[in-house]
T-cell receptor, first 115, second 115 residues
Framework: EAGVAQSPRYKIIEKRQSVAFWCNPI?????LYWYQQILGQGPKLLIQ????????DSQLPKDRFSAERLKGVDSTLKIQPAKLEDSAVYLC?????????????FGPGTRLLVL | AQTVTQSQPEMSVQEAETVTLSCTYD???????LFWYKQPPSRQMILVIR??????QNATENRFSVNFQKAAKSFSLKISDSQLGDAAMYFC????????????FGPGTRLSVLP
């Protein structure tokens, strides 16, 4: 079974530029999560999708971050414009239906460096 | 808002010995789930073990077990017969029993296994 795929793996941009990350979850998983993991910290949930609908985006900085999952499968996370403090690893995860005790399966992450 | 605290930024253990990682959390809810996730160096995060708050029995998964003290809001992870492959960052995580509530991760504990 293929795991969660993310691309690109690494990205270096200058502040005020735009960047987009892509995630393809495990086939059949209805729930998709985007996390931000700043160096030395635990992951922080940015947004949770159930199929193509948003379940929770309370911690997404909506003035600069956006995410979509149009067909309920893969998803993109965009930052526009980027700030220095956005440097982090962006993790995508998926789970079967979003139930409380479910296992989340994580992708390898995209490491972003904003200069 | 819920918080998760891991008071040990770093721990080390001798191969084949036992180590316990600490986690405390703060919540006013009675229905929730607790998890330990492992993040090996440059590898994807994977679930180690989970505990439903309504279950009194502590969860076990092979060499991994938890000590869940609901009244004390404590959720420690015990690793028995430590192996070199156990070296990783370990994150304690909390999830509300209310559907759609987000995951909260602790700051992590870096575990080193000494040969």
């Amino acid at each position: 079974e293929a795991g969660v795929a993310q691309s690109p793996r690494y990205k270096i941009i200058e502040k005020r530029q735009s960047v987009a990350f892509w995630c393809n979850p495990i086939s059949g998983h209805a729930t998709l999560y985007w996390y931000q993991q700043i160096l030395g910290q635990g992951p922080k949930l940015l947004i949770q999708f159930q199929n193509n609908g948003v379940v929770d985006d309370s911690q997404l900085p909506k003035d600069r971050f956006s995410a979509e999952r149009l067909k309920g499968v893969d998803s993109t996370l965009k930052i526009q414009p980027a700030k220095l403090e956005d440097s982090a690893v962006y993790l995508c995860a998926s789970s079967l239906s979003g139930g409380g005790a479910e296992t989340q399966y994580f992708g390898p992450g995209t490491r972003l460096l904003v200069l | 808002a819920q918080t998760v605290t891991q008071s040990q930024p770093e721990m080390s253990v001798q191969e084949a010995e036992t180590v316990t990682l600490s986690c405390t959390y703060d919540t006013s809810e009675s229905d929730y789930y607790l998890f330990w996730y492992k993040q090996p160096p440059s590898r994807q995060m994977i679930l180690v073990i989970r505990q439903e708050a309504y279950k009194q029995q502590n969860a076990t998964e092979n060499r991994f077990s938890v000590n869940f003290q609901k009244a004390a809001k404590s959720f420690s992870l015990k690793i028995s017969d430590s192996q070199l492959g156990d070296a990783a960052m370990y994150f304690c995580a909390y999830r509300s029993g209310n559907y759609g509530q987000n995951f909260v991760f602790g700051p992590g504990t870096r575990l080193s296994v000494l040969p």
